[in-house]
C-alpha cells in the first residue's frame, strides 16, 4: 500500500499526542513509584498505559511493560520486551486486566495476552482484528472486551465472538477509535476525533438491503 508510511508516521504523532494528554490527565508523566518497585529503570521511559486491580499492576511505557506483583514479594517485577516474550511491540498503546485476571496489552504491532498459563499474540492471521495499530482496550460489565484501532474501527470481543464494527458496516461515524472509556455507569464511552464521543450500546450494524 502506496500510503502505508504516512500513515505511520500520522500514527506515531497521534500516539505522542494519546500519551501527553494520558500523562497529564495522571498529574504526573513519569510517575512516582515506591523505591522498591525499580524506580530509576522508569526514567529513560514514556508511561502510556496503566492498569491494575488488587493482586497486580501493569505499566506501559514505550519500552515494553512492566508487571508488579502485589503479593508476591520475591517475584514482585517482571519486564516484558519484545526480546524476551510474545509482545509484538515495545511501543504500548493500552492495558485492559480483564475480571477473569488475565490482561491484554494493545500496542502498535498487535495485542498481547496472558490468559494465566500462556503468552499469546493476537494480530490479523489469527483473529478478525481490523487494524494491528491498537488504540484502547477495555472489559464492559458483562465481561464484554472492547478493542479500539487506529483506523478499522471497533472489534467487540463476546465470549467467542468477535465482532466488528466499522463506518461501513455500521453507525460508527469514523473508522478512528481516539479511546474508550467507561462511565459513571460502567458503560463503554467510544471516544472519535473532533471531541465526539458514543455510547457502545447505541452502536448497531447496517442491514443489507440487497439481502433478500
Not at 54 to 73: E, Q, R
Request: charge should be positive; charged fraction near 25%.
Amino acid at each position: 500500500m502506496k500510503n502505508k508510511p504516512f500513515l505511520n508516521i500520522i500514527f506515531s504523532i497521534y500516539m505522542i499526542i494519546i500519551t501527553l494528554i494520558f500523562c497529564i490527565n495522571t498529574g504526573n508523566a513519569q510517575i512516582r513509584l515506591r523505591n522498591d518497585i525499580a524506580k530509576d529503570s522508569f526514567q529513560n521511559s514514556l508511561i502510556t498505559a496503566m492498569d491494575e486491580n488488587v493482586d497486580i499492576k501493569l505499566i506501559g511505557t514505550n519500552n515494553g511493560f512492566w508487571h508488579i506483583n502485589k503479593k508476591n514479594k520475591k517475584h514482585r517485577i517482571y519486564h516484558y520486551l519484545t526480546s524476551n516474550s510474545r509482545l509484538p511491540s515495545d511501543q504500548i498503546t493500552s492495558i485492559c486486566i480483564r475480571k477473569n485476571n488475565t490482561f491484554w496489552v494493545g500496542t502498535n504491532k498487535g495485542i498481547f495476552r496472558w490468559d494465566g498459563f500462556a503468552e499469546l499474540l493476537i494480530n490479523q492471521e489469527n483473529s478478525n482484528l481490523p487494524d494491528l495499530k491498537i488504540t484502547s482496550i477495555v472489559e464492559d460489565t458483562h465481561e464484554d472486551l472492547w478493542i479500539g484501532t487506529f483506523n478499522g474501527g471497533l472489534m467487540k470481543i463476546q465470549k467467542r465472538n468477535e465482532i466488528i464494527y466499522n463506518a461501513d458496516n455500521s453507525n460508527l461515524p469514523s473508522n478512528r477509535i481516539v479511546s474508550l472509556s467507561l462511565d459513571e455507569n460502567k458503560a463503554v464511552i467510544i471516544h472519535l476525533e473532533n471531541n465526539q464521543s458514543i455510547e457502545s450500546s447505541s452502536i448497531r450494524k447496517k442491514v443489507n438491503k440487497n439481502r433478500k
